[in-house]
């Protein structure tokens, strides 16, 4: 089974704090990508990740993939209210064939509280 | 440009009645998937879709539950006589024919949220 793994599932933190989510999968993927979502919305594309060990940041998030491309961490610098949400990772396989499927993780619910 | 559409935003279905969420995705995507989500959950795969043609179905019930995406027109999601466990927020998404290489990203719409009395 093709899973990818996230940690934490919830995590409630005060302004102004740092934190880390892990997505983590026996898996390697061609590429993998960060969305939030949050309530009452569709999710929303934060960035693609495609080759290992690579960083990239917007803002205060700093994403990063696995030299392995098996799993990626998503940082946030100072948290603010806006950044609660639910932060969802998903892995592109690149499977033979014309199968785009992406194997999701099941999201890490944030909640940055003022 | 507009952005993946979804109508309608929230449905009513009273149990065994039918329910046809619709899809239209962004301009020149001709991929489509359909996800549903629980509160306080993940996204659940269900069906993957390519013009006139199903790629992936494995996320889907095996009864009640169809899609389909025709040359012309909307993705649409049909669920026959619907049960309160169908009840959730279902989600279409769509990308481009020829992604970049290791770019297979998705653009989610707004989601139709069914709630089955």
């Known amino acids: 089974t093709q899973l990818l793994e996230q940690s934490p599932q919830f995590l409630s933190i005060q302004e102004g704090e740092n934190l880390t989510v892990y997505c983590n999968s026996s898996s390697v993927f061609s590429s993998l990508q960060w969305y939030r979502q949050e309530p009452g919305e569709g999710p929303v594309l934060l960035v693609t990740?495609?080759?290992g060990g690579e960083v990239k940041k917007l803002k205060r998030l700093t994403f990063q993939f696995g030299d392995a491309r098996k799993d990626s961490s998503l940082h946030i610098t100072a948290a603010q209210p806006g950044d609660t949400g639910l932060y969802l990772c998903a892995g592109d396989l690149a499977g033979a064939g014309n199968n785009r499927k992406l194997i999701w993780g099941l999201g890490t619910s944030l909640a940055v509280n003022p | 440009n507009a952005g993946v559409m979804q109508n309608p935003r929230h449905l009513v279905r009273r149990r065994g009645q039918e329910a046809r969420l619709r899809c239209s995705p962004m301009k020149g995507h001709s991929h489509v998937y359909w996800y549903r989500q629980l509160p306080e959950e993940g996204l659940k795969f269900m069906v993957y879709l390519q013009k006139e043609n199903i790629i992936d179905e494995s996320g889907m019930p095996k009864e009640r539950f169809s899609a389909e995406f025709p040359k012309e027109g909307p993705s649409i999601l049909r669920i026959q006589q619907v049960v309160r466990g169908d009840s959730a927020a279902y989600f279409c998404a769509s990308s481009p024919k020829d992604p970049g290489l290791g770019r297979n990203e998705q653009f989610f719409g707004p989601g139709t949220r069914l709630t089955v009395l």
């Open positions: 990740v495609v080759t």
